[in-house]
């Protein structure tokens, strides 16, 4: 009915052919990659010559695909559970009491978060190498928890205040001792939000290159470190053998994206610094 | 910069409609609000009045129907083209500019000169009595100071018409009752004409010329406060209107009057729409009242003090709940009578 | 006296449960015991080391960096890259957020938006050799098209680490701007329209000032993740010469170099960088209003 000046009709449409752009782009970077990946060769035309899955039999073979994915599952898995035991108990403190220092405990917990992890990623790695625990599996996870247990507090927070604590309250009026409360109370409603920082911990940390690079020996790579490597050296082994090996991380990052978003909304992921 | 101009005869909806999806918002209201008058729109949640008040500021297109402004069609201008003022239901003040900033918001987006802003924010700021407060940040006021910078801010424009979407449904009983008087004051000392959209039937009665009574997005009557309060024209109405009790009943023709039954004693009343065979008897708790040889007789199950006299519900002989006032108090289980006069029980048909 | 003692017990405790100390308090002390001890304590213990290098003064370290051209240079570099991706990032931001949150299936771009920020960089630097490289799709579109006559160098250089960051910061910047711009109370740009305002008059009157704070703390974040920005200079950059960023200088240091010392210091240089840039701006916003973006009660 109401007709819009041209304009805004002009702006709005500017706008749109950007965010097109650039959705197309990032679409076609990810392609790119996949559709390499499955060529035989590819040079001065627009798609390959011919398509063919033995990159993937290289990738999986030359890059022992095998024990970095191993690798990856057990980081990752104790990264996950490490941070929900350490994280979700100190956003409960958090959400629940106010103690003197609070403000300081929560710029502590902020500033990981904030300061990205190339910068305190170094000396960190220095304190681990002389604690002879960089280069094994063990650093690995001691460094990767850096983030995300104050990931996991600060989502936890907003997720325990909107419960109300009449309920831990009633239950303690009808006799419930701390460890039932805990139990039979407090998980089962906490557990939709433990379930999405979880997740949101997960997808982080697979993708999580700095630490896991300066902590990681050459038993403990991730595959996004491993990746890296690849890329690096690359000219060692076919291009489209790196790209197999990219695709294979992309899939294992996405997947659990796509199970994340069904849980979480998007902007969880960045609006971590809003306070 | 305004396209309207402050002197206007008449704004007319013109079978005004608005439909989200297929759910009907607004149906094929007409109404036409003369210079300088007050309307209410009133009814309960959900009826459609603050989506009547978005489509007569344009802050929601119409999907049928026009908007006229004497002989000038406005339902296709944008908001900020037709030159209403308007009062929103949280104040919607603009919380990073001072009070003064606030009220000369309208006047810079017209690009008045800046001393003839000064001058007339000054005297907006003398109308709401706000003169102390002009520096200060909205977040600083209370509820009753936001309001008054809200109503300020709406009229200092001079537009030909106030909007206000239940302005005092923020503010607690007490505060409403003074911002009540409050906006009468300044209608009056601006007559400038005035829809105010309410769900609060005390308010509409205290405040308007005339009020229209929506429901389901359909206009179901307009008129002004005595006939709503004492004549309403539908069952709906009435019982929007505080006739507490609804009784369904026959009705049969006598005269000028017709012959109902309530609480299984049988009387007059006026027969508000053309009603013979089963109908609907409306009477206020207020107009039923405890005398010793009232027809009705109900065992008093509650009753409650208010000051002047008791308000009681009971239960007639016939089974129904009936609400009733008395001048003595009467406490449950006792028995008593209850009379109401033949122009104080309303029938409708069923 | 043990009785007194005994007396005295539940009273502390009743004192310190007044506080807000009790058991429940104390499950926040495994947290912040870790983060002490792998983030404040290396943090500090590397402010340590960097005043104790191998050879020199305490302050050996810093001078040697801020009188190696090879090494300063690195800041410059930095900022180079840095402040012309956030400044896109954040300027390109604002106009589609605030066009976005008219959307109403905001989640299905959102969701794409994210998932370069999932990828990570590593995986965003191979992509992008890929599809910016002499053979990849770009250079085809240019050169079939008649835009460009041979394919232009979009990687190995400064335009393909920029590029790396706009399509890794873009998305970060844009959904934080985002949930800045819902949290404007739309009413006020209603009660903008009632009163005569146009939508660029809404924009620099109300939304702008009630965004600026918001602003204040995306570009801040967005600038620390860009001037730390590390495999993409390596993998998609020139990291000996036009890419040459900070980070690179500190890894160079501890892994090829072995001198923890010099590390530590250029990671204290690069803390301070990013300090000082953000500081300024949070003294910006200071400037600002802070108050709530929506007018109180509601």
């Not at chain 2, 009681?312 to 002989?317: L, Q």
């Not at chain 2, 003595?328 to 209850?338: A, F, I, P």
Request: aromatic share 8%; net charge positive; glycine share 8%.
């Amino acid at each position: 009915m109401v007709v819009r000046p041209v304009g805004e009709r002009l702006w709005s449409t500017c706008i749109w052919v950007l965010v097109g752009f650039f959705v197309v782009n990032l679409i076609g970077m990810i392609a790119a990659v996949v559709v390499n990946s499955f060529g035989t060769r590819w040079f001065t035309t627009w798609l390959p010559t011919g398509y063919t899955t033995r990159w993937y039999i290289l990738a999986w073979n030359e890059f022992h695909l095998p024990d970095i994915l191993l690798v990856t599952i057990q980081a990752v898995g104790a990264v996950v559970i490490l941070s929900g035991i350490i994280g979700v108990p100190a956003a409960y403190a958090m959400a629940r009491r106010d103690f003197p220092g609070k403000r300081a405990v929560m710029t502590l917990f902020l500033l990981p978060l904030l300061v990205p992890p190339i910068t305190y990623g170094i000396p960190m790695a220095t304190v681990l190498y002389q604690a002879h625990l960089a280069g094994s599996m063990l650093g690995v996870i001691l460094a990767n928890l850096v983030p995300t247990v104050p990931f996991v507090v600060l989502i936890m927070i907003p997720f325990i205040e909107q419960i109300d604590p009449r309920v831990e309250a009633a239950a303690r009026v009808f006799g419930a001792r701390t460890f039932r409360l805990f139990t039979q109370v407090l998980i089962p409603l906490l557990l939709p939000g433990i379930l999405a920082a979880l997740l949101l911990v997960l997808v982080r940390t697979i993708a999580m290159f700095e630490l896991t690079f300066l902590t990681a020996g050459p038993t403990s790579q991730t595959l996004v470190v491993a990746l890296y490597y690849a890329v690096f050296a690359a000219g060692v082994r076919p291009g489209q053998s790196i790209d197999a090996m990219a695709v294979v991380y992309m899939i294992t990052t996405l997947i659990w994206l796509l199970i994340a978003l069904r849980f979480v909304n998007p902007t969880q992921i960045v609006a971590r610094a809003k306070r | 910069m305004t396209l309207i101009s402050h002197s206007f005869r008449s704004l007319r909806l013109d079978r005004i409609s608005r439909a989200f999806g297929t759910m009907r918002a607004l149906h094929d209201v007409s109404l036409t609000v003369g210079r300088g008058e007050f309307i209410a729109l009133l009814g309960p949640s959900g009826c459609g009045k603050s989506t009547a008040l978005n489509c007569i500021a344009g802050l929601l297109p119409l999907t049928a129907g026009a908007i006229w402004l004497d002989d000038k069609r406005i339902d296709a201008l944008d908001p900020e083209d037709r030159g209403f003022g308007m009062v929103f239901q949280n104040y919607a003040l603009f919380p990073h500019m001072s009070v003064r900033k606030n009220i000369g918001f309208g006047l810079v987006s017209q690009r008045r000169p800046r001393d003839e802003v000064a001058r007339r924010v000054d005297e907006a700021l003398a109308l709401v009595r706000l003169q102390d407060h002009a520096n200060k940040l909205p977040g600083q006021l209370s509820g009753g100071q936001q309001q008054r910078v809200a109503i300020a801010r709406a009229i200092v424009v001079e537009p030909p018409l106030v909007l206000m979407d239940e302005p005092l449904s923020n503010l607690d009983a007490k505060l409403r009752l003074e911002m009540r008087a409050e906006i009468r004051r300044i209608h009056q000392a601006i007559g400038c004409a005035t829809i105010y959209v309410t769900h609060d039937q005390d308010e509409a009665l205290s405040l308007a010329d005339r009020i229209v009574v929506l429901r389901d997005g359909e206009v179901r009557q307009v008129g002004p406060p005595e006939a709503l309060y004492a004549r309403p024209a539908h069952a709906d109405v009435a019982e929007f209107m505080g006739y507490r009790n609804i009784v369904p009943t026959t009705a049969t023709l006598s005269g000028d009057f017709v012959q109902v039954t309530i609480g299984g004693a049988t009387l007059p009343g006026i027969p508000m729409e053309p009603a013979q065979g089963p109908a609907i008897a409306a009477v206020r708790p207020e107009d039923l009242t405890v005398t010793p040889d009232g027809p009705i007789t109900v065992c008093v199950e509650a009753a409650e003090y208010r000051g002047r006299d008791f308000y009681g519900f009971g239960r007639a002989r016939d089974g129904s709940e009936l609400f009733f006032r008395s001048d003595r108090r009467v406490g449950s289980g006792e028995t008593v009578n209850l009379s109401a006069a033949a122009d104080r029980v309303l029938v409708y048909a069923a | 006296m043990s009785a007194a003692l005994g007396a005295h017990a539940p009273r502390l405790r009743l004192r310190l449960r007044n506080r807000g100390l009790d058991g429940v308090t104390l499950l926040v002390v495994p947290a912040v015991l870790f983060i002490l001890a792998l983030f404040i304590y290396p943090f500090l213990y590397g402010l340590l080391l960097s005043f104790e290098p191998k050879e020199g003064g305490a302050l050996a370290n810093y001078i040697a960096f801020f009188s190696d051209p090879f090494l300063y240079d690195t800041i410059g570099t930095t900022l180079l890259i840095a402040i012309p991706a956030t400044l896109l990032n954040v300027v390109l931001s604002v106009p589609v957020a605030m066009r976005v949150r008219l959307m109403r299936h905001q989640k299905l771009l959102t969701a794409i938006l994210v998932i370069p920020i999932t990828l990570g960089t590593v995986l965003i630097a191979e992509g992008l050799l890929t599809y910016l490289g002499p053979r990849g799709w770009v250079n085809r579109v240019l050169v079939d098209f008649g835009i460009t006559g041979s394919p232009i160098r979009l990687v190995h250089n400064y335009w393909g680490v920029l590029l790396s960051l706009v399509i890794s910061g873009f998305p970060f910047t844009f959904l934080l701007t985002l949930s800045y711009v819902t949290g404007i109370d739309p009413a006020l740009e209603q009660a903008g329209r009632m009163l005569g305002a146009r939508s660029r008059a809404r924009f620099w009157r109300i939304i702008l000032p009630l965004l600026a704070p918001g602003l204040a703390v995306t570009t801040a974040l967005s600038f620390v993740q860009a001037f730390s920005v590390f495999p993409s200079a390596v993998l998609l950059g020139a990291p000996a010469g036009p890419t040459r960023v900070i980070s690179i200088a500190a890894y160079q240091a501890a892994f090829e170099a072995y001198d923890y010392s010099m590390a530590s210091a250029i990671a204290m240089i690069m803390a301070a960088v990013q300090v000082i840039i953000v500081v300024a701006l949070l003294a910006a916003r200071g400037l600002l209003f802070r108050g709530p973006a929506s007018s109180g009660k509601g």
